[in-house]
Nanobody
């Protein structure tokens, strides 16, 4: 059974950092791409970044220079390191798998499995 579990969210001040984790089970992460999305209240789900099985990455403009995606296949976990956080980064953050880290990765319907999400709140 494919399962993704996000963790690492919380309350952080503007300018702070967080590292989100996406722990996978039920499949071997090595063989699949992983994407991170977020969804703020009243807004559509937004694609942030993805990492392919070969380690290649893509980033949305909203996170370029601030967000870094990485994977630890030995731990079956993907990370999203976020720095210089802004209030507008406040959202529920989700990871997804069994999709393609291609130029259209930011379409949520292209990813088959999702985690339950972790809340990130950036506020002073």
């Amino acid at each position: 059974q494919v399962q993704l579990v996000e963790s690492g969210g919380g309350l952080v001040q503007p300018g702070g950092s967080l590292r989100l984790s996406c722990a996978a089970s039920g499949f071997t992460l090595d063989d699949y791409a992983i994407a991170w999305f977020r969804q703020a209240p009243g807004k559509e789900r937004e694609g942030l970044s993805c990492i392919s099985s070969d380690g290649s990455t893509r980033y949305a403009d909203s996170g370029k220079g601030r967000f870094t995606i990485s994977r630890d296949n030995a731990k079956n976990t993907v990370f999203l390191q976020m720095k210089m956080l802004k209030p507008e980064d406040t959202a529920v953050y989700y990871c997804a798998t069994k999709g393609y880290c291609s130029g259209s990765y930011y379409y949520p319907h292209l990813w088959d499995y999702w985690g339950q999400g972790t809340q990130v709140t950036v506020s002073s």
